[in-house]
């Protein structure tokens, strides 16, 4: 088991033919994921080493039943792309794009809530790896192997760390979700601990917020509320100064909102264990996956 | 991105929000002449991105031609809480019969753009909130169906305003939503919205913040961008593509990704120390941009050591290590650098570091590790 992404994923790559779109597809064709085509309006009838290029998401889809997309157009043309992939009835949709204006994110958001068989994930994020099934996005499989934690966070390298801290102690993945920095991400936090919570193989759960809007403090409440297994968390940005966005366009601490000492308050009031490096991080959960093996 | 008040307020204008007439002036004689043009009594408005104007001495009421002259001198090169004042905004003053307060902003909670109003405006809002939260009226409106005349209604009555301007304070906020769905806004804030004498509406004060990431298709709103205001060492990373921002420290930090710059900025402080900048050089960063970031990093002359951490995903260490290879050759820096590199092509990445012997160079194996080694040259 794992989350989200796995042996039936059925991918198309909106953006195939550019430069990034058509490097990434092959890297996660190259891993396992079942890519099955890919969508670059005009291309229709071309290929991308052996993947049918389409028109349309609902050509792609009729002719190879896609089940997931993922998004790689530049910011101008992501919002639209989702909303096609959606109408053409993809169940859920990886959005890579960084730079998307946030009333276009805000629109995507409300309508797709309409429609409660679609998930988006990101935009602005690195995708969804579950490691040995399917690789979805620009996460760097090599590091990664099949476990019991699931990962869920804001930040792409900054996941890549606390994994590698957490695989140098022996520990593989059941899935890494990347939900991006943007102020809009259609799933959050909770979305995907709800999915944790509910998957066999998850049996210890890292999630890596940041500074900016109270997404940590909600998912606190939700882990008091509805998570009984076991949920280490990191904060970054215990040092960025107000009023500056710290690199993702969400990352920034306005008036008292935000901060990352509130965060990790929220979550240790309700017996969240925190780590403030990545390595210590990596400590609690080798101590917890400890204490469940015995 | 923020506005100056009087450019919010010229944007208020463009969608129909009422806003008391006004010049903008950069010399003394421009405010004279503009205050002449607008006639007495008129307002002097220091134009800086800062609250608490007015205590600072920056707005003040010209009653004749002297005063205006007097006032615009005194204005003008005044610094308000580190901000120097470039710009006034010379405005028609207003006869005040009431203060309200408006706002629409980005509810990143809700996922939904957040209306406001209140009767008690004038003051801090935040102050208002706590002492008294039923004194603001609140509302959510569904992005899909847009701000509807009955959205309006419910805040003015909810909010109390007077009978008599509950249709003008409907109007001004109808008016309002469109400029911030329009210009793509994170904040509009009109603090106070007044009610004149004669009953008139209309916005005396403007904070306007816009979406960076939509100023592509606004290229009027991107070129109002004070580029005097903002920091030298902050220009120079925009405009060469970089995420960069200045912090009080003496240790200048690069990585890869916003998280993990974060990250490594908590953990050099956890260290000892303190950062001098964060910057973010991208997904996948070439030589060069690793080249023009190390030159903006040491632009700033706190800087006394300057710490690497990158953890490749889709940038390859071996990039890395030749863009600071290049650095050293076209800048030769004379203060110390920590290295870490891991992840896509590490060993590729190190094996030029150690092959290029470059003075005073470190490399280290973990993130903490190099944390506490910096911590330790920039004394």
């Not at chain 1, 809530?113 to 690195?126: A, E, T």
């Not at chain 1, 066999?200 to 109270?214: F, K, P, Q």
Request: with cysteine.
């Amino acid at each position: 088991m794992s989350i989200l992404v796995d042996n039936d994923t059925r991918l198309c790559v909106s953006g195939i033919t550019g430069r990034e779109g058509t490097f990434h597809t092959l890297n996660n064709k190259g891993y396992g994921t079942n890519v099955v085509s890919g969508v670059t309006p005009g291309k229709g009838g071309q290929d991308v080493e052996g993947i049918p290029v389409f028109n349309t998401f609902h050509d792609a889809v009729a002719a190879t039943g896609a089940n997931t997309a993922m998004i790689f157009v530049p910011p101008r043309f992501a919002a639209d792309s989702i909303l096609e992939a959606e109408d053409a009835g993809i169940e859920l949709i990886v959005a890579i794009t960084e730079g998307i204006p946030a009333h276009d994110e805000l629109r995507v958001y409300n309508h797709l809530s309409h429609n409660d068989r679609v998930r988006l994930v990101g935009p602005n994020c690195p995708g969804i790896l579950s490691p040995g099934k399917a690789n979805v996005g620009i996460i760097p499989a090599a590091f990664f192997s099949a476990g019991n934690v699931g990962v869920v966070s804001r930040s792409g390298t900054l996941t890549y760390q606390i994994g590698n801290e957490l695989a140098q102690r022996g520990f593989g993945n059941s899935t890494i979700v990347g939900i991006g920095g943007d102020p809009v991400p259609g799933s959050s936090f909770i979305d995907i601990l709800a999915l944790f919570q509910e998957d066999e193989e998850t049996e210890l759960i890292v999630m890596a917020g940041e500074i900016g809007g109270s997404a940590e403090e909600e998912a606190a409440e939700f882990i008091a509320e509805g998570v009984t297994k076991p949920v280490v968390a990191y904060i970054a940005g215990f040092t960025a100064p107000p009023g500056k966005t710290m690199g993702h366009a969400g990352a920034i601490v306005s008036g008292t909102a935000g901060t990352a000492v509130a965060k990790q308050e929220a979550l240790e009031a309700r017996g969240v264990r925190v780590g403030r490096t990545p390595t210590e991080v990596a400590e609690i959960a080798a101590e917890i996956a400890g204490s469940l093996a015995r | 991105m923020d506005l100056l008040e009087y450019q919010g307020k010229q944007l208020f204008a463009r969608h129909g929000v009422p806003v008391p007439s006004g010049a903008p002036a950069t010399t003394v004689e421009e405010a004279v002449a503009a205050a002449d043009e607008i006639g007495y009594p008129c307002v002097i408005k220091a134009q800086v991105q800062i609250g608490g104007r007015g205590k600072a001495g920056g707005i003040k009421v010209a009653n004749d031609r002297p005063e205006a002259e007097e006032h615009a001198k005194a204005i003008l090169g005044m610094d308000i809480r580190g901000h120097t004042v470039h710009e006034v905004w010379v405005e028609a003053a207003s006869d005040i019969a009431s203060e309200y307060y408006a706002s629409i902003v980005f509810d990143r909670s809700a996922k939904r753009p957040l209306v406001m109003l209140s009767t008690q405006g004038g003051m801090d809002i935040e102050e208002v909130a706590e002492r008294d939260p039923d004194a603001i009226a609140r509302l959510h409106v569904d992005p899909l169906l847009g701000f509807q005349d009955f959205h309006a209604r419910r805040l003015a009555f909810e909010a109390a305003v007077d009978a008599d301007v509950v249709r003008p304070v409907g109007a001004l906020l109808n008016r309002l939503y469109d400029a911030f769905t329009a210009e793509e806004a994170m904040l509009v804030e009109v603090n106070p919205l007044i009610v004149t004498g004669d009953r008139q509406v209309m916005a005396l004060d403007a904070k306007v913040t816009l979406d960076d990431s939509s100023l592509f298709r606004h290229a009027d709103n991107a070129a109002l961008r004070k580029t005097e205001a903002e920091d030298p060492q902050e220009r120079m990373a925009r405009e060469r593509g970089l995420t960069y921002v200045k912090l009080d420290g003496n240790v200048g930090i690069l990585g890869n990704g916003a998280g993990l710059v974060m990250s490594t900025l908590d953990v050099v402080a956890q260290a000892g120390g303190s950062p001098a900048n964060f910057l973010d050089a991208g997904g996948g960063s070439k030589a060069e941009a690793i080249t023009q970031a190390v030159e903006v990093i040491l632009s700033n002359e706190n800087v006394t050591a300057v710490l690497f951490n990158i953890f490749g995903g889709i940038t390859r260490c071996d990039e890395v290590a030749k863009g600071l290879i290049e650095a050293f050759r076209q800048i030769e820096p004379d203060v110390p650098f920590v290295v870490r590199l891991d992840g896509t092509n590490d060993k590729e990445g190190r094996a030029l570091l150690a092959e290029a012997e470059l003075p005073n160079v470190h490399t280290e194996a973990t993130m903490l590790d190099a944390a506490r080694r910096v911590v330790e040259l920039a004394g």
